[in-house]
T-cell receptor, first 116, second 114 residues
Framework: ETGVTQSPTHLIKTRGQQVTLRCSSQ?????VSWYQQALGQGPQFIFQYYREEENGRGNFPPRFSGLQFPNYSSELNVNALELDDSALYLC???????????????FGPGTRLTVL | QKEVEQDPGPLSVPEGAIVSLNCTYS??????FMWYRQYSRKGPELLMY????GNKEDGRFTAQVDKSSKYISLFIRDSQPSDSATYLC??????????????FGKGTLLTVNP
C-alpha cells in the first residue's frame, strides 16, 4: 500500500456538469501531481502542486484546476465536463518534484470518471 | 510522431519465460527513464529507475537504456503469474526551474500463464 488514497472510487456525471476529485497524499510529501489515464493509454500529466502552489502544467485547458491544502490533501476540479473527460484520474505524491532525479512518485488507485 | 512509443500488446507468455518490453522515444531531452507496473484497478507503482545508458538489474528485472538509439527495455526473467499487469515506460526531461516533464508510454498488457 502506498498510503495515497483517492475518493470517490467511481463517479458518473453528465456533459456540462462540474466534478471535484479528492486525493490524500502520504504524510510529508510536499508534491502532488494529477494525471488523466484514458482507456488503453498511459497517464497524461495534468498539473503538479508543490506546497500549495501550481508548479507545472500539461496540455490541459483551464477548466481543469486544482488545489493543494496544508494537510497533504488536494483536489482536482473539472468544469463543463465533456465526453472525452471520461478516464481514470490518478494522483501521485512525492517528496520532491515529479520526474526529478531523486523523485519517487506514489500513485493512488484512481477515480474512474464516466461522463454521459 | 509521439514522444514515447510503446507497443500495447497484449503479450501472453508461459510461466518461466523471459519477457522483453520495449519503448522508443524521439525527445533527446529525456534524461531519466522509468518502468512502472500497473495492476488492474490500481495505480502505477515504480519498478525501475535509471538515468544512464546501460543495464540496471534488480532481482528478476533488468532495465536497459540505449540513448544513442533512443530505446529502452525491461526484461523479466523467470516470469511468474503474479507479473501479469500493464507495464508502462516513463521518461522525464528538465523543463525549467525545478520542473521536470514526465511522459508515459501507452503501456503493454502482459499475461503470464501458469
Amino acid at each position: 500500500e502506498t498510503g495515497v488514497t483517492q475518493s470517490p472510487t467511481h463517479l458518473i456525471k453528465t456533459r456540462g456538469q462540474q466534478v471535484t476529485l479528492r486525493c490524500s497524499s502520504q504524510s510529508g510529501h510536499n508534491t502532488v501531481s494529477w494525471y488523466q489515464q484514458a482507456l488503453g493509454q498511459g497517464p497524461q500529466f495534468i498539473f503538479q502542486y508543490y506546497r500549495e502552489e501550481e508548479n507545472g502544467r500539461g496540455n490541459f485547458p483551464p477548466r481543469f484546476s486544482g488545489l493543494q491544502f496544508p494537510n497533504y490533501s488536494s483536489e482536482l476540479n473539472v468544469n463543463a465536463l465533456e465526453l472525452d473527460d471520461s478516464a481514470l484520474y490518478l494522483c501521485a505524491s512525492s517528496l520532491g518534484v515529479s520526474g526529478g532525479p531523486t523523485d519517487t512518485q506514489y500513485f493512488g488507485p484512481g477515480t474512474r470518471l464516466t461522463v454521459l | 510522431q509521439k514522444e514515447v512509443e510503446q507497443d500495447p500488446g497484449p503479450l501472453s507468455v508461459p510461466e518461466g519465460a523471459i519477457v522483453s518490453l520495449n519503448c522508443t522515444y524521439s525527445n533527446s531531452a529525456f534524461q531519466y527513464f522509468m518502468w512502472y507496473r500497473q495492476y488492474s484497478r490500481k495505480g502505477p507503482e515504480l519498478l525501475m529507475y535509471t538515468y544512464s545508458s546501460g543495464n540496471k538489474e534488480d532481482g528478476r528485472f533488468t532495465a536497459q537504456v540505449d540513448k544513442s538509439s533512443k530505446y529502452i527495455s525491461l526484461f523479466i526473467r523467470d516470469s511468474q503469474p503474479s507479473d501479469s499487469a500493464t507495464y508502462l515506460c516513463a521518461m522525464s526531461a528538465y523543463s525549467g526551474g525545478s520542473n521536470y516533464k514526465l511522459t508515459f508510454g501507452k503501456g503493454t498488457l502482459l499475461t503470464v500463464n501458469p
